[in-house]
T-cell receptor, first 113, second 111 residues
Framework: DAGVIQSPRHEVTEMGQEVTLRCKPI?????LFWYRQTMMRGLELLIY????????DSGMPEDRFSAKMPNASFSTLKIQPSEPRDSAVYFC???????????FGPGTRLTVL | QQPVQSPQAVILREGEDAVINCSSS?????VHWYRQKHGEAPVFLMI?????EQKGHDKISASFNEKKQQSSLYLTASQLSYSGTYFC????????????FGAGTRLAVHP
């Protein structure tokens, strides 16, 4: 069974550009989570969905960030416009139920110049 | 709300034991433990639900003291493969499944 799939694995962009990160959760999982990891701030929960519905987006840093989950097998995290301080590794994770263990994707390493 | 992990770093020789602690100032519903190796994604180790249960995973086990809102991860007879950063994640009682991770404990096991 394929795990959580994220694309791209690496993204280098210039300040002001739009960035879209993609995630395909494990088939059958109904909860999806977006995290950001930096040395300074550690592993932060940005937003999570349950049955494709956003439940908690209080971790989204600001309006430049948006996330969607149009169906059970796909989610996007968009940053527009991007800034150098957005540079981080972004992880997507999914779980079968809200309270179960989370399976993390390999992450997208974003560098904003 | 972020749980506090201690110690921040541990250095071990193969075969030695270690304990990593995780504490919260708020009532917890569950505690999750993950291990992350350098350049990789966090990998799930175990979940502990309130009730003071203890779980084991090979030579890694954990406990959850509901009264103290604390969890401890026990690494017994450490192996080189145990090296990495260990994160506890806590879910508060009465809320949604919002997993808040601690800052992590770096563990290095040397031959």
């Amino acid at each position: 069974d394929a795990g959580v799939i994220q694309s791209p694995r690496h993204e280098v962009t210039e300040m002001g550009q739009e960035v879209t990160l993609r995630c395909k959760p494990i088939s059958g999982h109904n909860s999806l989570f977006w995290y950001r990891q930096t040395m300074m701030r550690g592993l932060e929960l940005l937003i999570y969905f349950n049955n494709n519905v956003p439940i908690d987006d209080s971790g989204m840093p600001e309006d430049r960030f948006s996330a969607k989950m149009p169906n059970a097998s796909f989610s996007t995290l968009k940053i527009q416009p991007s800034e150098p301080r957005d540079s981080a590794v972004y992880f997507c994770a999914s779980s079968l139920l809200q309270y179960n263990e989370q399976f993390f994707g390999p992450g997208t390493r974003l560098t904003v110049l | 709300q972020q749980p506090v992990q201690s110690p921040q770093a541990v250095i071990l020789r193969e075969g030695e034991d270690a304990v990593i602690n995780c504490s919260s100032s708020k009532a917890l519903y569950s505690v999750h433990w993950y291990r992350q190796k350098h350049g990789e994604a966090p990998v799930f180790l175990m979940i502990l639900l309130k009730g003071g249960e203890q779980k084991g995973h090979d030579k890694i086990s954990a406990s959850f003291n509901e009264k103290k809102q604390q969890s401890s991860l026990y690494l017994t007879a450490s192996q080189l493969s145990y090296s990495g950063t260990y994160f506890c994640g806590t879910v508060l009682s009465g809320g949604y499944n919002k997993l808040i991770f601690g800052a992590g404990t770096r563990l290095a096991v040397h031959p």
